[in-house]
């Protein structure tokens, strides 16, 4: 009898639908994600507007719709960053050993003491406000946890028979490395992508309400929770949809990094 | 096997530290701190006994105590209670005797001839001497440079202790009206950026930077009838929303500025006073930022902006809108006729911009303070509407010291959204910041026509002459569009039932001795 990966079947359900419409309101939205009017102010969800409208007439679901691609562009976009730089520090640390690695990690304990938003509003009083450049300040951020990851998975393989012998066989470190090492721990960099994405979003939602990420009117799904705050009593709803999205996104994310983790322990 | 139990306790130390540092953090970021207020929260909100503390919630913090270095309204606003002048606001628009009880002007304008108010006391219980107020109108014009309404002094002498005598370099029919300038006491010269001390009918209990300010009554001061709360505390806060957060959980009693949206989901348990929020509010544009220095980009920007769409969407309606630099609610010194030049007219508009040299459009930077909502919803309307004639804007939100250390004092800008309020009763103080060589020309706007009609307005004693002269000022900033010019706001003042008063004040004021305990 086959067992299904339930975590991961849902997550990928849950994550397919949020990329499916984030696709499509790249394309389309059923309103303007900025046209303003000021005779459908605050209206509450109705069959024209089903998630009802804003503080200045906005359709609330086209600007989470639209706000999605935002969230999820910053998502990824810090993963990868994160993933790239993250690897490349754990591979050469981990392969390498000796004193490189002693400081280099010791400078990742430190970045990690610290919570990752603390750190990006750090560099966000250096760099400014924007769409991009939270996206280098939490990019930055996620280095190190992607780099202790792959680091400890380096450590376990290279010392595996079929790497020793590789190296007997003559093939030089960075041919061992990226060929022998890192097709072998993707499981786990997948899961820690998950992960990270996951923090991410939440990273960028609560920048954003912090009024420090992405800058009006562009919609982000954390920009219109704050926004949302000084209408909580006159529009709830306001708040409400763009709330459930990000928690949807988590949702997803979670448990495709928590059907991972069970396939990898298969 | 061995060394779980270590790894166990490192992660929860991990933990801790982790949580630490995040309860830290949000302390750092503006939650209530542990003061008297607390014993507020407990008590059921509507109850407003006698001994309970007024507490006003205000966006902003202050910049500093001393009231001769505050260059922001709620600097002003706030310490209006603890500091007079010579004269001192009225509710009416109008200067009343302060520390002084009466003064004479001389027929030519030139010299004024002040009375010290018997028995007046600073708030330490010493008598206020005519060279505390020599030591403090001095003080105030090294201060503020040469663009001190206070710069056009040529001597101060005390013939004694009771009497001051200004002599003007130049005649100034309005100089009464700087007089507001705060008296302080000579003795006190070292502390008055730490230890404030008044003539005022609150005195200072205690100041916690950026946090709040506490005040209580001074028992010595001059106007015994006085009927108001003993006790007041002002708190601060980054942003509008959280004081109104502050407000409805019950641990403020009152606010200003507040938006219709906020009044309605207030319900029941308030005393609402309609009032507008006494500013010009406007899109200020750089004057010397390429497109701008062309008047008919600057016209085209006047008539791309839909003054009652910004509104309504900000505010459902109500405001009054404006096309000049001018304040409707002081009629006397305010051009009417300049209402209505601009009417929404996107086709007008586009055809200007093209005659300016901009067919296409240009980009825009928009910089506003992040800590006011008003502004930066403002920048997102005017954003949409300036799209439809080609303006690509994109808006920069910064926080309120940046804002005013790099636009109002580097005008290192393209264009803001803010308001500017009545820093004075004078009009030339008023005017004098579109004169092209001021220290507040912010937008860098000049003008020979305009500046030559600044100088006579300003030197003419005839008040219907004046009157005239400030109306064609106001009408060649319209007509040369020195900036968009919106509005006065609507806005609410809201205070908890238990309280009522509040005086509206023609300028940025918060009379805490208006206020009465039901």
Same mark, same amino acid.
């Given at each position: 009898m086959r067992k299904y990966n339930y975590s991961l079947i849902a997550g990928l359900i849950i994550t397919a639908f949020m990329l499916a419409v984030t696709i499509t309101a790249h394309f389309w939205t059923p309103y303007s994600v900025t046209a303003m009017s000021s005779m459908s102010k605050n209206l509450p969800p109705s069959a024209a507007h089903l998630m009802g409208t804003d503080n200045f007439g906005r359709d609330v679901l086209s600007r989470v719709m639209s706000g999605c691609g935002t969230t999820f562009f910053i998502g990824m976009c810090t993963v990868v960053i994160g993933a790239v730089f993250g690897t490349i520090v754990g591979a050469v640390t981990g392969y390498f050993g000796g004193i490189l690695d002693a400081v280099i990690m010791r400078i990742n304990d430190v970045l990690l003491s610290f919570p990752s938003v603390l750190l990006a509003l750090i560099f966000i009083s250096f760099l400014g406000t924007g769409k991009y450049k939270i996206i280098i300040a939490l990019g930055v951020m996620f280095i190190p946890s992607f780099a202790r990851i792959v680091r400890s998975e380096v450590i376990r393989i290279k010392s595996q028979d079929y790497?020793?012998?590789?190296?007997?066989?003559?093939?030089?470190?960075?041919r061992i490395i990226f060929v022998h090492i890192i097709p072998n721990i993707r499981v786990s960099m997948l899961t820690a992508a998950a992960v990270g994405f996951n923090n991410a979003v939440l990273a960028e939602a609560s920048m954003s309400y912090l009024g420090l990420g992405v800058v009006p009117p562009e919609p982000s799904l954390g920009l219109m929770l704050s926004e949302a705050q000084q209408y909580i009593f006159v529009a709830p709803w306001y708040a409400l949809f763009p709330g459930i999205v990000i928690a949807l996104i988590i949702l997803g994310f979670g448990l495709i990094s928590e059907g991972l983790r069970g396939l990898a322990q298969k | 096997m061995k060394r779980k139990p270590y790894k166990r306790i490192s992660l929860g130390v991990m933990i801790l530290t982790l949580a630490a540092v995040l309860c830290g953090c949000g302390?750092?970021?503006g939650s209530s701190t542990v003061d008297t207020s607390s014993k507020e929260t407990a008590e059921p909100a509507a109850s407003a006994s006698a001994d309970h503390e007024f507490t006003f919630g205000l966006d902003s913090a202050i910049a500093s105590v001393d009231p001769h270095v505050d260059t922001d309204a709620a600097t002003r606003s706030v310490l209006f209670n603890v500091f007079e002048g010579l004269v001192k606001v009225t509710? #009416?628009?109008?200067?009343?005797?302060?520390?002084?009880?009466?003064?004479?002007?001389?027929?030519?304008?030139?010299?004024?001839?002040?009375?010290?108010?018997?028995?007046?006391?600073?708030q330490d219980g010493k008598a206020v001497k005519a060279s505390d107020v020599k030591y403090s109108l001095e003080r105030s014009a090294k201060i503020n440079g040469d663009s001190s309404a206070l710069s056009v002094i040529s001597d101060i002498s005390c013939p004694d202790d009771k009497t001051v005598v200004i002599t003007l370099k130049s005649a100034d029919s309005e100089f009464i009206y700087n007089l507001t300038t705060e008296i302080l006491e000579e003795a006190n010269d070292k502390d008055q950026g730490s230890k404030p001390i008044g003539t005022g009918p609150f005195k200072v209990a205690e100041y916690k930077e950026g946090e709040y300010i506490d005040f209580e009554r001074y028992e010595g001061y001059w106007n015994k009838d006085l009927d108001c709360i003993d006790k007041a505390q002002i708190k601060f806060y980054d942003k509008a929303d959280t004081a109104f957060t502050e407000l409805k959980a019950g641990s403020i009693d009152a606010m200003w500025q507040m938006t219709p949206d906020q009044v309605k989901s207030l319900g029941d348990g308030y005393n609402v006073v309609e009032s507008t929020m006494k500013l010009v509010q406007g899109l200020f544009i750089n004057n010397t930022y390429e497109p701008f220095k062309k008047v008919q980009v600057r016209q085209a920007l006047n008539y791309a902006i839909d003054r009652d769409a910004v509104d309504k969407l900000l505010l459902g309606g109500g405001s009054k809108k404006i096309n000049t630099y001018g304040y409707p609610s002081v009629p006397e010194w305010y051009n009417a006729d300049t209402e209505g030049t601009y009417k929404y007219d996107v086709d007008k508009a586009k055809q200007l911009l093209a005659d300016g040299g901009y067919p296409d459009g240009f980009d825009l930077e928009i910089?506003?303070?992040?800590?006011?909502?008003?502004?930066?919803?403002?920048? #997102?309307i005017m954003k949409e509407e300036l799209a439809q004639i080609g303006v690509k804007v994109t808006i920069n939100p910064v926080d309120w010291s940046t804002w005013l250390s790099d636009v109002y004092q580097g005008r290192k800008f393209q264009a803001t959204v803010i308001g500017f309020d009545f820093t004075s009763l004078a009009p030339s103080t008023w005017y004098v910041h579109y004169q092209s060589k001021s220290d507040n020309n912010m937008v860098n706007f000049s003008d020979a026509d305009y500046d030559k009609t600044y100088d006579e307005a300003k030197t003419e004693t005839d008040k219907d002459k004046k009157k005239e002269l400030y109306n064609k000022c106001q009408q060649i900033l319209t007509d040369q569009a020195a900036s968009v010019f919106i509005e006065d706001p609507v806005n609410y003042i809201v205070l908890r039932k238990g309280y009522t008063g509040f005086a509206s004040y023609p300028i940025y004021v918060i009379d805490l001795s208006s206020i009465k305990a039901e």
């Open positions: 790497v020793k012998s590789a190296r007997v066989m003559g093939a030089g470190s960075l | 302390g750092g970021a509710p #009416e628009g109008d200067v009343a005797p302060a520390v002084a009880q009466d003064y004479k002007m001389s027929d030519d304008a030139k010299t004024y001839t002040f009375t010290l108010r018997d028995g007046i006391t600073f910089t506003v303070p992040n800590n006011y909502n008003l502004h930066v919803q403002a920048a #997102e």
